[in-house]
């Protein structure tokens, strides 16, 4: 297995995980609130799919799908279009409303698409580039696309998590 073999593997799993998260769920579930303080489905998955199209689209010298692909007017959010979500107060996490599981899973389905796009093209001498030098060490492209699968993968078990207790309820 090659290393864009094995990214793509990664972020395969973490498009199953959001599909099975969200699959079905009707708006009011999808912002369904466990306490007034914690993350809704549609704000977890939101947040971890623009986080991703960030950092890959940065990583690729790409523009991001959110906005070439009309996303960001389709979700229509109270938020500026750059948001990612990132440090996002209880309110902010409210204002993360869809209309439908489907604006969810269509968005990080685009998302997934241009990512193992463009992991599939990668070389194990590309993911030793460095990406940013903002940190110490500066972060290599292998590091920032781990970072991003490893809160990915965080982000959609909570949103796994908090379905569960949906179907539970």
């Not at 609130?33 to 704000?43: G, L, V």
């Not at 199209?53 to 690729?60: C, I, P, S």
């Not at 030793?128 to 809160?151: F, G, H, K, N």
Request: no cysteine; aromatic share 6%; hydrophobic share 45%.
């Amino acid at each position: 297995m090659t290393s864009a073999e094995l990214l793509t593997d990664a972020f395969d799993r973490i498009q199953e995980v959001v599909r099975d998260a969200v699959d079905g769920l009707t708006p009011d579930q999808l912002a369904l609130r466990p306490d007034a303080e914690a993350n809704t489905i549609a704000w977890l998955v939101w947040h971890l799919t623009r986080v991703q199209d960030d950092h890959v689209a940065d990583a690729a010298g790409s523009e991001q799908v959110w906005t070439s692909g009309g996303w960001a007017d389709r979700f229509a959010l109270p938020l500026a279009t750059a948001e990612t979500g990132y440090g996002h107060d209880p309110a902010q996490v409210a204002a993360v409303r869809v209309g439908s599981a489907d604006l969810l899973t269509g968005y990080h389905d685009a998302v997934h698409d241009r990512t193992v796009e463009y992991v599939g093209t990668l070389t194990d001498k590309d993911l030793e580039r460095i990406v940013d030098t903002a940190w110490d060490p500066p972060v290599t492209l292998a590091v920032r696309l781990v970072s991003v699968i490893s809160d990915d993968l965080q982000h959609a078990g909570q949103a796994a998590y908090v379905r569960g207790l949906i179907e539970r309820a």
